[in-house]
């Protein structure tokens, strides 16, 4: 059996680790924010009646179903804001020169 051999370039592998990064940011976001929206929809649709409940005015759809799921996406929406908002602010600040010293530029 012979054994291929793929020569990736070093543009291709940076933009693989890119790519990497941003879908598990993603992840960061998305699974926590999904596991508290069950929970929440759960505690929510315990205490209140979907068919009583009103929005600014708006009642939501009579079918018990329509407002579970309108509720969830609802809830998970908040989450994953939430969650966003995590990621933001854990960013590394950007490095700093200590005091005195200046950039150097690469040439070219």
Same mark, same amino acid.
């Given at each position: 059996?012979? $054994? =291929?051999?793929? %020569?990736v370039d070093e543009t291709t592998l940076r933009q693989h680790a890119v790519w990497r990064q941003w879908v598990e940011r993603w992840i960061w976001i998305l699974w926590p924010s999904f596991l508290v929206a069950i929970v929440a929809e759960g505690v929510f649709f315990s205490l209140f009646d979907p068919v009583e409940v009103t929005i600014l005015n !708006?009642? !939501? #759809? #009579?079918? =018990?179903?329509?407002?579970? $799921? !309108?509720g969830f996406f609802a809830f998970w929406l908040m989450g994953a804001a939430s969650s966003a908002c995590t990621c933001? %602010?854990? *960013?590394? /600040? #950007?490095? *700093? %020169? #200590?005091?005195?010293? $200046? /950039?150097v530029s690469s040439p070219g």
């Open positions: 059996m012979a $054994t =291929r051999l793929y %020569l !708006i009642h !939501i #759809p #009579p079918d =018990r179903s329509a407002a579970y $799921t !309108i933001w %602010l854990q *960013r590394k /600040p #950007p490095a *700093r %020169l #200590p005091a005195g010293e $200046t /950039p």
